[in-house]
């Protein structure tokens, strides 16, 4: 089967910046299908057994990123998709690290807000893993005390973008 371009790119304005707003965790297990705009891959609605299990991480400004990597093997002639979303979480708590030891056996779906308005979904096949947590004093008054988490996921697909707040289009 032949695969085919579609399209070009046109230099596009400067008024896109770097970084993420907050993240947004639901269980996997919790989450029953997304809806798609027709003929694109857009999610329209998230259907869920409960609203009430979404879990919001407001995060500080520059301490969250989310990449997505195109994996390619010529050998085996495969794509998959590596997504990545690093956050720090400020202060060492009793209550952080409780939940974080539950975040670290969940399989997530992780959310994410990036600092143009977009919404992210990471995790929607298998799950996103928290891959790594470190928890850290610092050393001088000036170094961060708090978390620095790594959530992965690889899939045959990219991460979906969402057309609203997963929060605004959760249905159970």
Same mark, same amino acid.
Not at 26 to 32: E, G, I, R, S
Not at 122 to 144: C, F, N, Q, R
Not at 147 to 168: C, D, G, I, Q, V
């Given at each position: 089967?032949? %695969? ?8 596009? %304005?400067?008024?896109?910046? !770097? !970084?993420?707003?907050?993240? +947004? ?5 919790? +989450? ?6 027709? !003929? ?9 057994? #409960?609203? #009430? ?19 390619? *093997?010529?050998? *085996? ?9 690093? +956050? ?19 399989? +997530? ?53 969402? #057309? ?9």
């Amino acid at each position: 089967m032949a %695969c085919e371009l579609s399209t070009g790119f046109t230099l596009d %304005c400067k008024d896109g910046i !770097g !970084g993420i707003k907050q993240i +947004v965790l639901v269980d996997k297990a919790n +989450v029953t299908s997304f809806s798609f705009q027709v !003929g694109t891959e857009i999610v329209t609605a998230i259907n869920a057994l #409960n609203q #009430n299990d979404i879990y919001t991480y407001e995060l500080p400004t520059q301490t969250g990123s989310f990449e997505e990597t195109i994996n390619f *093997n010529r050998d *085996n002639g495969t794509v998959f998709y590596t997504q990545t979303v690093n +956050v720090m979480l400020h202060k060492l708590s009793y209550a952080k690290r409780l939940e974080l030891q539950n975040v670290a056996t969940a399989r +997530v779906i992780v959310f994410v807000e990036d600092t143009n308005g977009n919404w992210w979904a990471v995790g929607y096949e298998y799950g996103a893993d928290l891959s790594t947590a470190t928890a850290a004093t610092g050393t001088v008054l000036g170094d961060m005390n708090g978390y620095t988490l790594a959530f992965t996921h690889e899939s045959e697909k990219r991460a979906y973008k969402l #057309n609203a707040s997963p929060t605004s289009i959760i249905t159970e």
